[in-house]
Nanobody
């Protein structure tokens, strides 16, 4: 059974940086897009960034210019480089692989931005 495993979360001061990674534990095929979502306490899960097979990217307005999504197709891994972090970026971050057969989700990694 395929599982997505995220890493790289933690506590960081405002203005700091973190890099999240998400890797699939098994073979996964027909991935159309990889993305990152986040859910803050008491709020709904929201999309942060998505990258397609062709390399096209989309970002939430709140993170444009600060976050960068990238992928390694050979490793079925997606990354999220987060710079200039703000307290409002605090949330549990989830990776998502959208395939022809359905969606896979990671277990989530906590990102806390606080002084």
């Amino acid at each position: 059974q395929v599982q997505l495993v995220e890493s790289g979360g933690g506590l960081v001061q405002p203005g700091g940086s973190l890099r999240l990674s998400c890797a699939a534990s098994g073979s996964i095929f027909n991935i159309n897009a990889m993305g990152w979502y986040r859910q803050a306490l008491g709020k709904q899960r929201e999309p942060v960034a998505v990258i397609t097979n062709g390399g096209s990217t989309n970002y939430a307005d709140s993170v444009k210019g600060r976050f960068t999504i990238s992928r390694d197709n050979a490793k079925n891994t997606v990354y999220l480089q987060m710079n200039s972090l703000k307290p409002e970026d605090t949330a549990v971050y989830y990776c998502n692989y959208a395939t022809t057969w359905g969606n896979y989700w990671g277990q989530g990694t906590q990102v806390t931005v606080s002084s």
